[in-house]
């Protein structure tokens, strides 16, 4: 039946400082919370120590944000399914956030080994008066070591309740997806960042996060392969397709860098795990 995994983290504001609480079962933990930017908010790293999942494993994350409460979290490397013998890995995340609570979900990107079936699911719940920052990075296959995604299945679900869904099958079998223009492109790294709040966002912030998006996707050289919408008044949508992870994550937090400090008026503070 492969490992499960279950993590709850529930997030609320004790005298004026975000206090974390968990419970776990099975093999996914979580760093001590850290505070580089104050008592406000927290900043978490998960750990799932056996580094990947194989056919049959499924990891279960719950988040719930109480009012007031902010929340980073992050991963310190990508989450790895493995080649499968037909069974399929599972990752499903969801989160609750409530009023005045802000999360910022930002792990780092899931790898989709060749002969992998996956399934990566991720939904929030933002109640009115909630925020949230959140990305989504898949990379097909281990193109540096000359391992292709040939063989195999990724699913993908990504939703912002009753805002904003996403989901889709990449399947290598799949070519038209795979090669065409129309699809992928041979690109092997695909992106998604959002930018969202529980109730429409103010016409002019809504402006102002979509400006600083195009004009950082513009000045980078993916900008021939990024584009940013806002399909809602409550989302802003960023997307990248690239040949590396690396080009792609370097957009991706530089915008997201802009949106905190323009957009929150927060301070570009980045989590300590990515400078290790």
Known sequence: MGWQAKLTLDYCVEDQRC?????HEGPLRVLKALY?????????????PPSGLVGGDE????????TGAH?????????RFYGSDGLTAKQQ???????????EWLPLEALAYNRCHAHNQAVFHLAPGSRLIAWDVTALGLPHADQPFTEG???????????????????ANDKRLLHSPLGLNR??????????????????????????ARELCESHPLRLQSGVTSPDERVVVVRVLSAQVENAMA???SIWLQWRQQGWQLPAVMPRIWAM
């Open 19 to 23: 206090v974390a609480r968990h419970v």
């Open 36 to 48: 580089p930017e104050g008592d406000r908010v927290c900043h978490h790293v998960l750990v799932h």
């Open 59 to 66: 990891l279960h994350i719950q988040l719930n944000l109480q």
């Open 71 to 79: 929340a980073l979290i992050t991963t310190p490397g990508a989450t």
């Open 93 to 103: 995340v969801h989160a609750q956030v409530a009023a005045d609570a802000t999360l």
């Open 153 to 171: 299945q990724f699913q993908q679900h990504l939703e912002i309740a009753g805002i904003w869904l996403e989901r889709g099958l990449i399947d």
């Open 187 to 212: 690109h092997t790294c695909q992106s998604t960042l959002v930018f969202a709040q529980g109730h429409a966002i103010e016409a002019s912030l809504r402006e102002q996060v979509v400006a600083i």
């Open 251 to 253: 957009l991706l937090r």
